[in-house]
């Protein structure tokens, strides 16, 4: 880990990756848990998996986690094991959550900063949180500069780190990076779908439940057009991601979110003249 020039170096103030996370509709969350075991149960666990994911390649990345209200922060040793594990660490966040129909919104860097059981602070933290807050504005995480850079150059570095780069960032149409958390069940769906296996496999019920959730907040917000407009940023990245297959011929077994304005046209009226 690089130390933060002119800083002592037992201070535990250094360079690391941090990501910072919201969970949106945290409040109408609450309530709902309030009332139901079963939401509070399964929002623990959720939660509790971010500590459960392995690094990759088993290396030591020095994670740590820290949940507040309805944000968590992570941060984990700047190197290429701890970048991957942060973020496949929010990756299982929001794949989780999503199955619930929570939607979550982050940003990641790498910047200077002190975690401890105590503190959480620094440069690093306060830029985690203006890209989450300023530049994600819908349910993605986005990358920093530092942090997608040092992304880039791992991949030229390594071969592993290339597959993850590769398969686990796309870059969207305003020019940000973000987290591909979709990556597992795009690739199931791209599978092909008369394969019996495919049909009765679990991973494509759950890929229908979740179309169904992102469909059904599209279709509770059709008078909110500024939530329509984050729903309609999932939608369609869902579209392109997982509801759709390199045959065009084929039907993937994980349909499409439909978005407004695609509807099927009514038959017009004849035309009187007067």
């Not at 199955?99 to 860097?109: D, E, H, N, P, Y």
């Not at 401890?116 to 830029?127: P, R």
């Not at 973000?178 to 494509?204: A, S, V, W």
Request: net charge negative.
């Amino acid at each position: 880990m690089a130390n933060i020039p002119n800083q002592p170096a037992d201070d535990g103030y250094r360079d690391r990756v941090v990501g910072f996370v919201d969970i949106l509709g945290f409040a109408d969350l609450v309530r709902r848990a309030d009332r139901d075991a079963t939401l509070r149960r399964e929002i623990a666990e959720a939660l509790g998996r971010v500590r459960g994911v392995s690094p990759p390649e088993g290396g030591e990345t020095d994670l740590r986690t820290q949940n507040f209200s309805d944000s968590l922060i992570l941060s984990a040793a700047d190197t290429p094991e701890g970048l991957w594990h942060l973020l496949l660490s929010i990756d299982a966040l929001a794949w989780n959550l999503l199955q619930l129909g929570i939607l979550i919104r982050g940003g990641v860097t790498i910047g200077g900063m002190k975690h401890d059981d105590q503190l959480v602070f620094g440069l690093g933290v306060n830029e985690a949180y203006r890209l989450e807050s300023s530049v994600a504005k819908t349910p993605r995480v986005v990358l920093g500069a530092r942090a997608f850079d040092a992304a880039q150059r791992y991949a030229a570095q390594d071969e592993v780190w290339a597959v993850y780069r590769n398969a686990r960032l796309l870059r969207d149409r305003d020019g940000v990076w973000f987290l591909n958390y979709l990556t597992e069940l795009g690739c199931f769906n791209r599978q092909d779908p008369k394969n019996p296996d495919i049909l009765r496999h679990p991973m494509g019920a759950v890929g229908r439940s979740i179309q169904q959730i992102i469909q059904s907040k599209l279709d509770r917000t059709l008078d909110q057009p500024d939530v329509y407009a984050k729903i309609e940023w999932l939608a369609r990245y869902w579209n392109a991601e997982v509801a759709t297959h390199a045959d065009a011929s084929a039907t993937p077994v994980i349909g499409p979110v439909n978005l407004a304005g695609a509807e099927p046209r009514a038959t017009p009226l004849p035309f009187r003249s007067f």
